[in-house]
């Protein structure tokens, strides 16, 4: 998503005309007054509660930070985040680069490939992880015949990193991809000219230019991952919930607004906290694009 | 990397890579046609009785109906606002309208069980769970951003030269917009438009909570169908939303590309 915001932002190459601003302003209005009414307003109700309810304080904070279960929840969160990044990211850095060296035909299919279940209902696809890992789903059929024996999956926090992987693929792939595409690969040609092995000039030239994109893509990922909710719900068992579900649970089942409140904007801080380094890895990246 | 295994082996594992990004989606399809009551894979049998059962079963229909009337609401909304929105983005030069691109964006990025509570507590004030107005209006703010994208991208590769002969032609600013510009960038504007559809046809987290036993959308029912019955008919609606976003997304892929190619 970073990728896709740093890719369309008009600061980087649109063309605004000096002195005309006010003429258009005005048309971003709409917009904004709905956002500020459904998106602003919602924050804010939210942030209020969880210093108000049940009675004004900071309560709710200090529940957070002494209740284990609470912190087991955040602790787990980050836990099933860090474990679905680096599957996506071992799993997209090749199929990435291969986007990059097939010719234009096999890329279009490559992407689609990407951008299809990209698009793909989220309900469908998990509805499509509770079938196959089912006790006796797909999976454990396939497991059984390598006498792998039947696992248990679903209700677990395996089946839920299987799940949430999946789904987030598209978000490692495609910046990784935006970056690796823009490398320079007469730089490889120099490094073998110069003697190195292919391995050898793949490693110590390709792999350190592509790591923006490997920052970008796992701090999306990562970021994205920590407020899933339907797939943690359906693959996951109630007693190992994550931080959304436990949300959903406070606020909707128990009717704690404070509570539920309280972790919303502690999830929300988080997610701010990790988008400000998104911020810092896109302008190193812009820089070291600039000294090319 | 150009020599021969190596080669082998990064297409081998690209090509099991595509598999598990496809493949998992693909098996509710021969699901949908089992003759059992049970979603065991591979089917033993054919049939067509959860498509009919989908179709027979009125709150399935309802949902199916609601979703449908829901995201074509906020296609025709967000592509408005956001068409107007991009249109500032790129050529207003004040600071404040640079500095809100961010803030329209962000509900792409906050997550969104944070966004559906406060909104839930906003909607409870005020009588909107379960209305028509409620589910517009909140997914058309998780849709903006898709549209603004590709709108902006749009308008970015757009000659505004030929909006300034329009105007000394004799053309009003909003008849050379509207004959003029708009056409120019109506590819960026169609994909965006089929994109907020999507995001509001497949939203589910906002939506569980804003429902009411009067108002459902079709991710909603399926996710109180998966937790509560195996009952197949959930594959049978599974399919047709497959079905339904691959020719949606592939449409909005192809008028993209068709636009790259003649600029």
Known sequence: MAALIEIASPASG???????GGRWGWLLLPALALLAVLFLVPLGLMAWRSVTEPT?????????????VALATLVRTLTVGAVVTLVTLLLSYPYAYLMTVVGARARIWLTLLVLLPFWTSLMVRTFAWVVLLQDSGVVNQLLGTVGLGPLQLI????????GMSQVLMPFMVLPLYAVMNGIDRRLLDAAQGMGARPAVAFWRVFVPLSLPGVGAGALTVFITSLGFYVTPALLGSPDQALIS?????????????????????????????????????LRITRTRGGAR | MRTGPARIALWAFSALVGLWLIAPTLVVIPLSFTDKASLVFPPSGWSTRWYANFFSDPRWLDALFSSLQVGALVAVVATVLGT???????????????????????PMIVPTVVVAIGVYALFLQYN????????????????????????TASLRGFDRRLEDAALICGATRWGAIRQVTLPQIAPGVVSGALFAFVTSFDEVVVSLFIQSPYLQTLPVKMFASVTRDTDPTIAAAATLIIVF?????????????RRNRVR
């Not at chain 2, 976003?245 to 590309?257: E, K, S």
């Open chain 2, 84 to 106: 107007a929105a991009a249109i500032a983005l790129t050529r207003s030069g004040s600071r404040w309208v640079k500095g809100s691109y961010g803030l329209l964006l962000a």
């Open chain 1, 14 to 20: 649109g063309r605004p005309r000096k002195g005309a």
């Open chain 1, 245 to 281: 579900q436990q949300i959903f649970t406070q606020v909707n089942g128990l009717l704690a607004w404070g509570r539920g409140g309280a972790m919303g904007v502690v999830l929300l801080a988080v997610t701010l906290v990790l988008l400000g380094l998104v911020g810092v890895v």
């Open chain 1, 56 to 68: 004004p304080g900071a309560g709710n904070y200090s529940w957070f930070l002494t209740s284990d």
């Open chain 2, 245 to 257: 976003t691959t020719v949606l997304v592939l449409a909005a892929t192809f008028t993209t590309a």
């Open chain 2, 128 to 151: 909107l769970l379960g209305t028509l107005l409620g589910f517009v209006t909140a997914h058309t703010v998780l849709a903006l951003p898709f549209v603004i994208i590709p709108v």
């Open chain 1, 155 to 162: 209700r677990t926090p395996t089946g839920v990193v299987i």
